[in-house]
């Protein structure tokens, strides 16, 4: 009986070890298979972490083979939840805010991806594979939920964008309008509709000294910038920046 229980003993030792070496086997198998494909995916997750983190800079068109990678983080909810989860962030900052009844609290807004959405026109570029073409940009809404709950508290919100007014000004202008941006300033006074987009005399300026320069102006017409959002980190970067900045995800094109 002692031989039996030990011969019973040594094939149920030896079928595990079969079973651990097949489980093994298996997951090896499986984890090398996932590889290819997770691997790349990962690699182009790293690079829009690096992208959103200002720590890859100056980049033209988004790596060929994350094409796919930004289109299913731009169309397939992660996108539009990133944004939701930034604007809320916002709209709690707002409720902590006392304006004063002076008029010069004041809040920035970029255009681009920020008050208007080129996600559309992106989606013909291979979301940002292809380099930027001027001629054919136009823009879409993206949510005013901010823009509206800026206005009810009582700010003056400044649109300030490095569009060209040549090109842009007009398709800027209804775009806007169409979405019902309207109580919007630019400046000291409600907004020219001539004057919303950079103008001749700015030409040539990189868009962190551009904005710089506009806020600037605000600030010396005493107002408090309370707040700044934009797509890209020159909207934020530069003087008179704001008491606090958001940047929004945007990891199809990059504007030094």
């Known amino acids: 009986m002692v031989g039996f229980g030990w011969s019973m003993q040594r094939m149920r030792e030896a079928i595990m070890l079969v079973f ?3 489980w093994s086997s298996s997951k090896a198998a499986s984890t090398w298979w996932r590889s290819d494909t997770d691997e790349a995916w990962d690699n182009c997750l790293s690079w829009r972490l690096g992208v ?3 720590n890859i800079r100056a980049w033209r068109t988004v790596p060929p083979e994350c094409s796919t ?3 299913v983080y731009m169309v397939r909810g992660q996108y539009q939840r990133d944004v939701n989860l930034i604007v809320d962030t916002i709209c709690a900052y707002i409720d902590t805010i006392d304006l004063s009844s002076d008029g010069l609290d004041a809040w920035i807004l970029d255009v681009d991806d920020t008050c208007i959405s080129n996600l559309f026109y992106y989606s013909g570029k291979r979301y940002g594979c292809e380099p930027f073409d001027p001629v ?3 823009a879409w809404a993206l949510s005013a939920r901010l823009f509206v709950k800026l206005i009810a508290k009582g700010f003056k ?4 964008t490095g569009r060209d007014e040549d090109t842009l000004g007009q398709a800027t202008i209804r775009n806007l309008h169409a979405q019902g941006f309207f109580a919007y300033h630019h400046d000291d006074d409600d907004v ?3 004057d919303l987009c950079r103008s001749g005399a700015y030409k040539g300026q990189s ?8 806020r600037k102006q605000l600030a010396e ?21 704001g008491n606090r900045t958001f940047k929004l995800p945007n990891p199809m094109y990059y504007i030094p």
Not at 157 to 160: A, K, S
């Open 69 to 71: 990678h930004v289109e």
């Open 192 to 194: 020219d509709d001539n």
């Open 207 to 214: 868009a962190i000294a551009y904005k710089s320069t506009v």
């Open 157 to 160: 919100v400044f649109l300030v």
């Open 221 to 241: 017409e005493g107002f408090r910038i309370w707040g700044n959002v934009g797509d890209q980190w020159s909207d934020l970067q530069g003087e008179y920046t």
């Open 20 to 22: 651990v070496a097949i």
């Open 136 to 138: 054919g940009f136009k």
């Open 52 to 54: 959103e983190a200002n």
